[in-house]
């Protein structure tokens, strides 16, 4: 099964507004405030009622839009997408939005997960004549849509939705309307906001509070929300299913001042601490964090044990994540750039330190090390989520079980590799006790990478996209 992946997938952020004057400045603004969900290109389509028009480019969004000329985005509603590609995924063609125009009605596509029969699909679409002009699963919908001459409703959208399997939260804007859909499990995070008498749609809560919106609701799963001039309207493709939010988003994936599915991600991340330091004390001196996502958990640790938390790892802000690096290359040279062990702090110590996970094992080898360097007199990793043994279908950086360091080793063997002195995980109990309150609205989380139970499956062949959104 394995074998027949077809690549690496990713994590992506979308935003879209409706009705503003500057949408398309806003837009960026959103972008902005979700770099950390993908670093490698980014987009904007903005609609004047008449027609598309289209921003877009490979980097960082500052760079991306550096030179652009916001006039040429004329109109009160955009949509905007920001992305990081895989080996072989990072091409223009595959950043988004993706425009597509025709003479009956353009659209432009954005999209956050993975579609797992999209190889399936394509090849259905090319027998039909559709002639697929990227690799990546969105462009897919595109066809599925207008497929036999069909108009881009409600009722086209929905069934070109319920052909596809997998965790999609989608943005399809039209010169007079947008759409917004969560796939039937809500492994994907979605939100709806307002600004004033404007609509707001974002993978992250965040991006509300950058613009200064006000968070109204989550699009709920199998949701189809349509905003026009009329105003808002939500109707159903699918049946809401359990829900099954991606733990990642918890974990590492989300920033800390968002919520996702009515939970703030530090609480969630604090708590984890707490639960770990209650299922693995350590005897040591201090507490120390990785930077920046494992920050709140190492807080919760240190709360918890009554074990002093200090500032034992300072990153360097210009340089980017090193989970969603291209190569493992990069990924190693970008740990030795990012992260800076304070010796003064550590020197002499037994240190704690807390990690938000552990993928492929390099990172954690490598600030191991560079504590140790430093004077560390032993290092005992703890990790505020449970292994890592399987790969994620669902459109995050982890798709074959091969690079998984915790799932061909034990953990005896994974702190041998690390160089630690002792590891341990938070439980999938702990877990849960930490994100699942009584405000999650439809509890129920996604914890496949971690338990290999898959809330969505594909019956037949494991076929997985060619690079994700």
Same mark, same amino acid.
């Given at each position: 099964? $394995?074998?027949?992946?077809?690549?690496?997938?990713?994590?992506?952020?979308?935003?879209?507004?409706?009705?503003?004057?500057?949408?398309?400045?806003?837009?960026?603004?959103?972008?902005?405030? %979700?770099?950390?969900? =993908?670093?490698?290109?980014?987009?904007?389509?903005?609609?004047?009622?008449?027609?598309?028009?289209?921003?877009?480019?490979?980097?960082?969004?500052?760079?991306?839009?550096?030179?652009?000329?916001?006039?040429?985005?004329?109109?009160?509603?955009?949509?905007?997408?920001?992305?990081?590609?895989?080996?072989?995924?990072?091409?223009?063609?595959?950043?988004?939005?993706?425009?597509?125009?025709?003479?009956? =009605?353009?659209?432009?596509?954005?999209?956050?997960?993975?579609?797992?029969?999209?190889?399936?699909?394509?090849?259905?679409?090319?027998?039909? =004549?559709?002639?697929?002009?990227?690799?990546?699963?969105?462009?897919?919908?595109?066809? $599925?849509?207008?497929?036999?001459?069909?108009?881009?409703?409600?009722?086209?959208? =929905?069934?070109?939705?319920?052909?596809?399997?997998?965790?999609?939260?989608? $943005?399809?804007?039209?010169?007079?309307? %947008?759409?917004?859909?969560?796939?039937?499990?809500?492994?994907?995070?979605?939100?709806?906001?307002?600004?004033?008498?404007?609509?707001?749609?974002?993978?992250?809560?965040?991006?509300?509070?950058? *613009?200064?919106?006000?968070?109204?609701?989550?699009?709920?799963?199998?949701? $189809?929300?349509?905003?026009?001039?009329?105003?808002?309207?939500?109707?159903?493709?699918?049946?809401?299913?359990?829900?099954?939010?991606?733990?990642?988003?918890? +974990?590492?994936?989300?920033?800390?001042?968002?919520?996702?599915?009515?939970?703030?991600?530090?609480?969630?991340?604090?708590?984890?601490?707490?639960?770990?330091?209650?299922?693995?004390?350590?005897?040591?001196?201090?507490?120390?964090?990785?930077?920046?996502?494992?920050?709140?958990?190492?807080?919760?640790?240190?709360?918890?044990?009554?074990?002093?938390?200090?500032?034992?790892?300072?990153?360097?802000?210009? +340089?980017?994540?090193?989970?969603?690096?291209?190569?493992?290359?990069?990924?190693?040279?970008? +740990?030795?750039?990012?992260?800076?062990?304070?010796?003064?702090?550590?020197?002499?110590?037994?240190?704690? %330190?807390?990690?938000?996970?552990?993928?492929?094992?390099?990172?954690?080898?490598?600030?191991?090390? %560079?504590?140790?360097?430093?004077?560390?007199?032993?290092?005992?990793?703890?990790?505020?989520?449970?292994?890592?043994?399987?790969?994620?279908?669902?459109?995050?950086?982890?798709?074959?079980?091969?690079?998984?360091?915790?799932?061909?080793?034990?953990?005896?063997? +994974?702190?041998?590799?690390?160089?630690?002195?002792?590891?341990?995980?938070?439980?999938?109990?702990?877990?849960?006790?930490? *994100?699942?309150?009584?405000?999650?609205?439809?509890?129920?989380?996604?914890?496949?990478?971690?338990?290999?139970?898959?809330?969505?499956?594909?019956?037949?062949?494991?076929?997985?996209?060619?690079?994700?959104?």
């Amino acid at each position: 099964m $394995l074998a027949e992946i077809k690549g690496i997938n990713e994590e992506c952020g979308v935003f879209g507004i409706w009705d503003h004057e500057k949408a398309a400045e806003l837009t960026y603004y959103g972008l902005h405030s %979700m770099q950390h969900r =993908g670093q490698e290109g980014a987009g904007i389509v903005a609609s004047d009622g008449m027609e598309l028009k289209s921003h877009k480019g490979l980097g960082l969004v500052n760079d991306v839009f550096k030179q652009a000329k916001f006039d040429h985005l004329q109109g009160r509603t955009a949509i905007g997408h920001v992305r990081y590609s895989t080996q072989g995924g990072k091409v223009i063609e595959n950043v988004q939005p993706l425009l597509f125009r025709a003479q009956t =009605g353009s659209m432009a596509l954005a999209h956050n997960g993975n579609i797992m029969n999209a190889y399936k699909l394509r090849g259905q679409l090319e027998e039909q =004549g559709s002639i697929l002009q990227t690799s990546s699963d969105t462009e897919v919908l595109a066809h $599925l849509i207008k497929r036999d001459g069909q108009g881009i409703n409600e009722e086209t959208i =929905g069934d070109a939705l319920n052909q596809m399997v997998g965790a999609y939260a989608y $943005l399809i804007l039209t010169e007079n309307k %947008m759409f917004a859909a969560l796939d039937p499990t809500g492994i994907r995070p979605l939100s709806i906001g307002m600004l004033g008498d404007s609509y707001v749609i974002a993978s992250e809560t965040c991006a509300f509070d950058q *613009i200064g919106a006000t968070f109204i609701r989550d699009v709920v799963p199998g949701e $189809l929300i349509t905003i026009d001039d009329e105003g808002l309207r939500s109707t159903r493709f699918a049946q809401q299913q359990q829900r099954g939010m991606c733990a990642m988003e918890y +974990v590492y994936l989300s920033r800390p001042d968002s919520n996702v599915n009515y939970v703030n991600v530090h609480a969630s991340r604090k708590q984890m601490g707490k639960e770990l330091a209650k299922e693995a004390p350590a005897d040591a001196d201090i507490v120390i964090g990785v930077p920046d996502s494992s920050i709140s958990a190492a807080i919760g640790f240190a709360e918890e044990s009554g074990q002093p938390y200090e500032m034992g790892i300072i990153k360097n802000r210009y +340089v980017g994540r090193t989970f969603i690096q291209p190569s493992q290359a990069l990924r190693e040279q970008g +740990v030795k750039m990012k992260l800076s062990p304070v010796r003064g702090i550590i020197e002499g110590k037994r240190v704690i %330190m807390i990690d938000d996970s552990i993928v492929r094992g390099t990172t954690s080898r490598r600030i191991v090390q %560079m504590l140790k360097e430093a004077g560390a007199k032993e290092v005992h990793v703890r990790i505020a989520s449970p292994a890592i043994q399987n790969p994620c279908y669902y459109g995050i950086d982890m798709s074959t079980r091969d690079e998984l360091i915790a799932a061909n080793n034990t953990v005896e063997e +994974v702190a041998e590799l690390i160089g630690a002195d002792s590891l341990a995980y938070l439980t999938e109990s702990g877990l849960e006790k930490a *994100i699942l309150t009584d405000n999650t609205i439809n509890q129920g989380l996604c914890t496949a990478c971690m338990t290999g139970k898959y809330p969505v499956k594909e019956e037949g062949k494991k076929e997985i996209s060619y690079t994700g959104c």
